[in-house]
């Protein structure tokens, strides 16, 4: 993972289906002005998200993962009986564990599959697909389906208005079988760099910091970010991992019928479609509606550019991400 290398002749990993799981409560940019000390103005001009959707009290990841796993299986046909890996991308899980996959497993019937939870934050999708696509050309899985799912509420501080006007809940989920043809996923690019490790972050819920009231009075238990670090690096990365994967792929800007970057905040969004020549109106945008939902961004963003007649059959798209770690990567598929 990591060194672009040429893409090797082996089977393709194609996307047969997708699916969606949104909350029904919507919590506006005028909301927010009632909460913090921000406008709609404000948030609209620096991030471009106007509305974000927010998990109900008693809905949880696994709950918005099951949606979208229920509707991915559906627009494919399959049966949950015959998926053999549950792969779910998360940093918002139901519980310290079992993995969220396993609620998954259990509320869709795939009695058959292996399920498992992956995190490498806003990038952990991408890293998803990459061990999905690995497990169908190694022949170890025919049927993948891979979930991003999030609840970034529950880790959200509401008085801080630096963060919490960006984040909103969903899942996204794919199924993915071995194609036929040279229709697919045409190469996967994923890097880290652990050194930046206090730029974004999450510090409560785990063994270092764990739940104590000390730990709580002092927030830990709420994400927080170096925000104007955090939109250096997410540029930089991003647009690196894009043109790794254009060459890997062999892909000419004009090849590229899409770019589909994780839904961070509009200015990055533009500044990575700038760096490698995309065209705007080649480049999909959802984060005015959703918000910043982290590992679910790209898969929700897939499924609503294939509603909307973006991504057709022969269609090249470029998926790139950046998160906490940090982490990033880039995948190129045509559908």
């Known amino acids: 993972m990591g060194k672009t290398q040429p893409v090797k ?74 998926v053999d890996v549950i792969i779910f991308a998360t940093i918002t899980p139901d519980v310290g564990f079992p993995a969220t996959a396993v609620f998954v497993q259990k509320n869709i019937g795939a009695v058959n599959a292996a399920a498992f939870d992956i995190q490498a934050a806003c990038t952990g999708f991408l890293y998803g697909l990459e061990l999905a696509d690995s497990l169908i050309a190694a022949k170890k899985a025919k049927t993948v389906l891979l979930i991003g799912g999030e609840t970034i509420s529950r880790i959200t501080d509401y008085s801080d208005r630096n963060t919490c006007v960006l984040f909103g809940d969903g899942a996204g989920a794919v199924v993915l079988r071995a194609a036929e043809d040279d229709h697919g996923i045409l190469g996967v690019y994923t890097r880290s760099d652990g050194r930046l490790n206090n730029l974004l972050k999450l510090d409560g819920l785990g063994t270092k910091y764990p739940p104590t009231p000390e730990h709580y009075d002092q927030k830990m238990h709420f994400l927080r970010m170096e925000g104007r670090e955090v939109f250096k690096h997410a540029v930089t990365c991003m647009g690196d991992a894009a043109e790794a994967i254009m060459e890997r792929a062999s892909l000419s800007t004009e090849e590229v019928d899409l770019l589909i970057p994780h839904q961070a905040n509009i200015r990055i969004i533009e500044a990575t479609a700038k760096r490698v020549k995309v065209p705007p109106e080649k480049v999909f945008i959802n984060v005015n509606k959703y918000g910043n939902t982290s590992a679910a961004s790209i ?37």
């Open 299 to 335: 898969p929700i963003a897939i499924d609503e550019a294939r509603r909307q007649g973006r991504l057709k059959t022969g269609s090249v798209a470029v998926l790139v991400a950046f998160g906490g770690g940090f982490t990033w990567g880039a995948a190129a598929i045509r559908f």
């Open 9 to 82: 002749n082996k089977p393709f990993s194609q996307i047969i289906g997708t699916g969606v799981g949104i909350p029904q409560k919507v919590l506006t940019n005028f909301d927010l002005e009632k909460m913090v000390d921000t406008s709609d103005e404000w948030i609209k001009s620096r991030t471009g998200i106007e509305t974000r959707y927010i998990a109900e009290e008693g809905q949880f990841t696994s709950d918005l993962g099951t949606t979208a796993a229920l509707n991915a299986l559906h627009d494919a046909h399959v049966s949950a009986k015959d």
